[in-house]
Each structure stands twice: as structure tokens, then as C-alpha cells.
């Protein structure tokens, strides 16, 4: 029996219905899946091959389903505003937020405007999470039975809440709720995680001048929650062939690259978010606001959200708010306080999508003018042989008289935005002489050493981070490279030397100069430091040495929070405990982190793997962690630190160990040339399902720094396949 009749036979099985009584949903359904077909790859990649993009799209949410439904689904319980129906009071602010800068109207609204290509995607994403639900009916989604095209609206920007989730709930509840005091909002989203690891990514374009092979190569290093993407490989007849990271229940490579280009984004330091004051006035039961010498009406709407409570399904209404400037999220003193950041999502699912189908820079140029991709710098590479990084690209005009760093007078016309930065005027470095690009959510500044961009050129706005121990840790990196290959290149990205340590560590040691320890055990562990390159290993008890000086200096609330106005660095607090703080006081904390280091193991001489540990014990989303049960020594550290392999943890209840959490989690090495060669990995393994061989099959690998290679030509995919399938099919 051909696989066409198998499928067809399967549908009407499921369904329960002949040919004839199929819905034109339905009918969409069985067209797509007999033009999907997926390969599954050794390590359970999925490879996702469609006659049209829409085929693609379907496939790739039936395949993401596959793996980790679970996550799909949160993702949109959380995009779309409807948390709390999950998990309690306490979200209804999170989604009072999504409502604030979007409601459902208003996302079908943009659905409907969209070109037809993009909603046909949209069409196609939502038959492919429902042709799944409905193949698949043990699972049992949270809340949502049925996924609707006009969903993407909210998820638009690749790196998912990265604008929206800077909006605090607890001052909208304060705004919306104040008189509610006995709940307390959950400032919750997808990205912030309680393990206080530097947020953000690592993105080097190295020139075929500095490379073995005379090709270009880029690095992909996205320092994420671990599981927050999958890996995955997309291909139509219609020019898609797209490899790298998709965050659960998107239809695009958000960090990836095909055969002729690779795009890597890193947090930007832009400033790209406002807030107006606004002059309310009531008059006649109006609400207006000043707005030069005009008032002008407050639009308001209502909205009423459903929570969940131990008496079941509860409702709460709100009146929201909106200027011109945004929606109202909260106040200061009698100002009530608009919050504007980019929100068009039309132009944004257009640029995200599009971004996977270019063919060299200028036509990554020219789609970069879309200028919606927010929240991200982008680090690039092509076949080529171009290396480009753009900073930034969704960047608003504003008047360099007024500090947009605090509240500015939204009555004032002149501080409102003056449409966007053209393209050419953002910070831009292409093929800089000295052959390589690097960008650590540090300043564009030393991007490119002595040829990076001059910070007088541009204003202020735009380049609001400072440098860090990760941007000092890559240039002299960089520097001295030469004849990388993609192995080279990951050592170089895993290049094991802390700066932060080597200061932190320093300052320790002169301190013991001046003022001896006073126990034999804290002289005999400054002795091995004396001794220590400063370099993490599993084996090292210097390193452990170090972490625990350092959570005993964070606890001790000895730190200075603030340098006159403004708040310390992380750079600045380093400074503090090695330069600043008195010698006493820096071995009475180490004294401090040795008596901690013995209650928890018996000993301060500690290996950092056996503290410093992976686990993943099951799928849930907020995973728990357990010293009794089974975990992996893990050489890495956080980039705190200043590692370039980041390595995010946290401690479970009452656990003596940390757990990794976040940081590398997708990294890819990919070399362009005539055809295009990478390597891959992905922290845990690619399916959410305890029960699946590929749950934990990249953990040692991932503790080991051992890539698999990229399966990207059909030819190669097919070699390594362990499953060839068309949606619906029984596994």
C-alpha cells in the first residue's frame, strides 16, 4: 500500500468521515501532509521537506509538535494573553500586558491586512499544530484545543518577548489592580530566568582571510533558557532551505543560515523603548491628555480576562488605556506613564520569514530595511566571503535634548519620535580589514578592533551597553586567529580562561599579601590560587573556589548597588571586591565561602564538576533538580565570568549542587563556500518527551563540547535518517 492511500486511509480512521463530508480545514490538511515529508536524523533533527512554503511551515509545526508540544503550546497560552487561565490570578497581569499592546481584534485585524503569502503561512502554521492535535488525540493540550492563523500576530519577533517582557506587571497591577494588595503579579515570560546569568549571545563572522579554507564562517552562540529552542531543517521547492534554532511555535529559522547565508543575533544595547508622561486631565466623565495645545481623548477599552481559582474559571474585568504613544502601563505620581516599543507585526513576521531566503548580502540589506527586528543586533557571514554586523534595526528618531533614558513629558511634542533611523544611519560594520567581527552583548565599539565604528558618530541611544568580561575575553581571541577551521573556530568559542575570575581572583590574592588569612585552611586554598591560570575544567578546584567567594560576596550586601546615579556594572562590581573593598573584608568573605564549601561537601578541596552539574530529569517547562538523582560534571561556567561557552545555573530546593539552566544552548559553527559545512549542538536533546531516545542523547556531548555534524544536503540527510514520515503517519 503506497504511503498517499496509508495517510488517506489513517484520515478518514481519525476523522470519521468519508471524502465527501471533509471540511475545507480538513481538505487543507490532507493536501499539506501529502506534500510534506520529514526525515528524522540520528540525533532526532527533524528535516522537513514541503512542495510550497505553506507545505514547509505545516510540517514544521507538525515536527515541533512532535517533540515538544508542551512548549508550543505555553509559548501562545503566554503570547496570546491568556495565562492565567492556566496558572492563576497571578498571570492575569502578564496577560492584562499581551491585551495592552494587542487583543485578539486587533491581531485578526492584522491577520486580515497581511499579504496573501503571509497568510497563507499563518494558515499553514495553524493547520499544522491542529492537524497534529487531531492525529494525536492522547495529548491533552492545556487550553488550547485549537490554534488559529491569526496567533502569530504576537509572536512576530524572533526572540520572543524580548521588548514586551521589559514591561513590569507588577506596575501595571499597581495601575490596573491597586486595591487588590493580597496577589502578587508574576512578572512572568519566557526568556528572564531567576539564575541571574548575563542575558544575551555570542555572534563571530571570521573573513576567509583568517580562515584555513579561504570560506567565511559565522558562529551561532545564542546564550538562551536551555530547551527554548529546537533544532530544525526546513526546505520547499519555492527556495527554502533553512538550517538552525526555531523557538517553540514559530514558522521561521530565527538563528541559522542556509546554503548561501548565516544570520546570528545577540541582545542589543539600543534603546528602543520609551515611556511618555502624560498630563490627564477629567472633564464632563472624559479622560484626555495634553498634548501641546490641545487635549486630546484617552482611548479606553474594556477587557475581561478569565483565571484560574480553586473554585474554578473566574473572570476579572479591565478598562485599558492608550495615547498615541502607547498603552498606559502605569503611573508616577498623578502622571500616568505610556510605554511605546515596536509593535508592528505585519512587517515583522515579514522580515523574520523572509530573512531565510537570502542569497547574499545585498539582499540581506535590503530586508534588514524592514526594520523590525527589535530587540537584536545581527551578526552575518555569506558565501561571498561578506562579514557584516548591523547593531540594532528597529531604531526611533528621537530629539537629542531630552534624557529618554527617564520618563520625558509626553504633553511636549517635540519628545515624541520622529518616525525611524534610515538603515544607513544605524551602526554597521562590514568587511573590516582586520578579517573578523564580534559582538558579546558588549559595545559595537570593539566589534571590530581598531576598525569598529566611533561612538561619536552616532547618539547615544544606540549603543547603551557597556563592554564586558565576554567582549574582553573574544578580541585578543580573534586577534591572534588564524587558519580557523570550524574546529578551530569552536575552541576558540570555548576557550576556557576567565577573565572575571583572573580579577576577581587577583584582588584575593593581593589582599593576602596585606592582611594574612587567619585559618590554615584559607592559607592553604590562596596557596593553590596563586598557582591557578585562571582557566575552567571539570577538575578544578580553584574554579570552585572562585564561584563560592563570589556567591559569598553577593550575599554578604557589602557591594555598592550605585555609583552617584547611576547603577553599577557588573564590570564595576568586579572592581568593588578586588580593588575597592578593604583587604579585611575580602578575606573575612572568603573566610565566609570556605566555611560554606565544607558544610556543603566535607571539604573546600571540591572539584567544580562535582559541583557544577547538567541534569534533565523530565519535559516540564519548570524543570526541578534533585542531588540524589543522576546528573553530569559539566567543565563550563557562567558569563558572569566572562566564558564564551556560557553556563547559566541555578539550585533546586535544597540542593548542595547548581543545575544548568541557561546559556549555550543552539550553538552552530557553519562554513559558506561552495557548499556550506557546519556543526551543531543542542543542550539536552531535541524532544521534550522523557520517553524519547533523543530527550538527553546530546548531554554527555554537550558536557564533552562534542558537535555533530550538520546533515544539510539531501544526499547526507538521507544517510543518516532513522525515520522517513509524512504528517499523520504512525510512528
Known amino acids: 500500500m503506497n504511503r498517499a492511500l496509508t495517510l488517506l486511509i489513517l484520515f478518514i480512521l481519525v476523522s470519521c468521515k468519508n471524502e465527501t463530508t471533509l471540511t475545507k480545514e480538513e481538505k487543507r490538511w490532507q493536501q499539506h501532509a501529502e506534500n510534506v515529508e520529514i526525515i528524522r536524523g540520528d540525533f532526532g533533527v527533524p528535516h522537513i521537506y514541503g512542495k510550497t512554503d505553506a507545505d514547509a511551515v505545516f510540517g514544521l509545526l507538525y515536527a515541533q509538535c512532535e517533540d515538544d508540544f508542551n512548549r508550543v503550546e505555553r509559548n501562545y497560552i503566554w503570547a496570546i494573553g491568556r495565562l492565567a487561565e492556566v496558572e492563576g490570578e497571578a498571570s492575569i497581569y502578564s496577560d492584562l500586558r499581551a491585551k495592552l ?16 503569502w503571509l497568510k497563507d503561512l499563518c494558515i499553514a502554521f495553524a493547520d499544522g499544530v491542529n492537524y497534529y492535535l487531531k492525529t494525536h488525540p492522547e495529548v491533552k493540550p492545556k487550553l488550547l484545543t485549537h490554534f488559529e492563523p491569526w496567533m502569530p500576530m ?11 517582557e521589559r514591561v513590569s506587571t507588577r506596575k501595571i497591577k499597581d495601575f490596573y489592580d491597586n486595591e487588590n494588595e493580597e496577589v502578587l503579579a508574576v512578572n512572568d515570560g519566557l526568556i528572564r530566568l531567576k539564575d541571574d546569568e548575563p542575558r544575551g549571545s555570542n555572534g563571530f563572522a571570521i573573513s576567509g582571510d583568517k580562515t584555513k579554507s579561504g570560506n567565511a564562517m559565522l558562529l551561532i552562540n545564542p546564550h538562551t533558557s536551555f530547551y527554548f529552542r529546537g533544532e530544525v531543517h526546513v526546505v520547499s521547492e519555492e527556495g527554502l532551505n533553512a538550517y538552525g534554532a526555531v523557538t517553540w511555535g514559530q514558522f521561521f529559522v530565527y538563528q541559522g543560515f542556509n546554503e548561501k547565508t548565516g544570520w546570528m543575533h545577540t541582545s542589543t544595547g539600543t534603546d528602543i523603548i520609551d515611556e511618555f508622561e502624560e498630563t490627564i486631565v477629567q472633564e464632563n466623565g472624559k479622560t484626555s491628555y495634553k498634548y501641546g495645545e490641545e487635549l486630546r481623548p484617552v482611548d479606553s477599552m474594556e477587557v475581561t480576562l478569565n483565571y484560574k481559582s480553586a473554585d474554578g474559571l473566574k473572570d476579572k474585568t479591565f478598562m485599558m488605556y492608550r495615547t498615541h504613544h502607547g498603552p498606559i502601563t502605569h503611573s508616577n505620581d498623578d502622571k500616568w506613564v505610556s510605554t ?112 569598529s565604528p566611533k561612538k561619536e558618530d552616532y547618539p547615544e541611544y544606540m549603543s547603551s551597553y557597556p563592554e564586558n568580561f565576554r567582549g574582553m575575553h573574544a578580541i585578543p581571541l580573534l586577534q591572534k586567529a588564524d587558519d580557523l577551521t570550524l574546529d578551530t573556530l569552536l575552541d576558540l568559542a570555548y576557550d576556557t580562561y576567565l ?51 563570589l556567591n559569598a560576596y553577593y550575599r554578604s550586601g557589602n557591594i555598592p548597588t550605585m555609583t552617584g546615579n547611576k547603577r553599577i556594572t557588573r564590570l564595576g562590581r568586579f572592581d568593588y571586591m578586588s580593588k575597592t573593598a578593604d583587604p579585611e573584608e575580602r578575606l573575612e568573605v572568603f573566610q565566609t565561602a570556605i566555611k560554606k564549601l565544607v558544610e556543603d561537601f566535607g571539604s573546600w578541596k571540591t572539584p567544580w564538576g562535582e559541583f557544577n552539574r547538567f541534569q534533565r530529569l523530565d519535559g516540564k517547562i519548570n524543570q526541578e533538580f534533585d542531588d540524589s538523582q543522576p546528573s553530569i560534571a559539566v567543565g563550563m561556567a557562567s558569563g558572569s565570568w566572562g566564558a564564551l561557552a556560557s553556563y547559566g545555573t541555578r539550585f533546586g530546593k535544597d540542593t548542595k549542587r547548581q543545575y544548568g539552566t541557561s546559556g549555550n544552548s543552539f550553538v552552530a559553527v557553519v562554513e559558506f563556500g561552495d557548499k556550506v559545512k557546519a556543526k551543531s549542538m543542542l543542550a539536552g536533546g531535541q524532544s521534550g518527551d522523557p520517553n524519547s531516545p533523543h530527550f538527553d542523547d546530546q548531554a554527555q556531548h554537550y558536557a564533552d563540547g562534542e558537535f555533530k555534524e550538520v546533515a544539510y544536503y539531501r544526499e547526507d540527510v538521507e544517510k543518516r535518517a532513522t525515520k522517513t514520515y509524512k504528517p499523520g503517519e504512525k510512528q
Open 499 to 549: 577573565p572575571g575570575a583572573d580579577l576577581l581572583i587577583s584582588g584575593l590574592l593581593d589582599a593576602a599579601e596585606k592582611a594574612p588569612a587567619k585559618t590554615q585552611e584559607a592559607k592553604d586554598a590562596i596557596a593553590l590560587l596563586k598557582n591557578w591560570d585562571f582557566r575552567v575544567s571539570e577538575t578544578s578546584v580553584e574554579m570552585t573556589l572562585a564561584q563560592f567567594y
Open 154 to 164: 504576537y509572536f512576530s519577533e524572533g526572540s520572543i518577548g524580548g521588548d514586551i
Open 340 to 451: 511605546a516599543l515596536m509593535w508592528s507585526p505585519i512587517k515583522a513576521l515579514e522580515q523574520s520569514f523572509t530573512r531565510t531566503k537570502k542569497s547574499n548580502h545585498d539582499e540581506f540589506y535590503n530586508m534588514m530595511d524592514i526594520r523590525t527586528n527589535s530587540s537584536n543586533n545581527t551578526v552575518y557571514a555569506d558565501a561571498d566571503g561578506t562579514i557584516a554586523y548591523y547593531h540594532g534595526n528597529f531604531i526611533p528618531k528621537r530629539n537629542v535634548k531630552f534624557d529618554y533614558t527617564k520618563p520625558v513629558d509626553g504633553s511636549n511634542p517635540e519628545t515624541d519620535w520622529d518616525g525611524l533611523h534610515p538603515l544607513e544611519d544605524n551602526i554597521l560594520v562590514l568587511n573590516p580589514p582586520n578579517g573578523w567581527i564580534q559582538n558579546c552583548n558588549s559595545t559595537p565599539f570593539t566589534s571590530a578592533a581598531e576598525y
Open 101 to 116: 499592546y494587542m487583543t485578539k481584534e486587533e491581531a485578526i485585524e492584522n491577520y486580515n491586512n497581511s499579504p496573501q
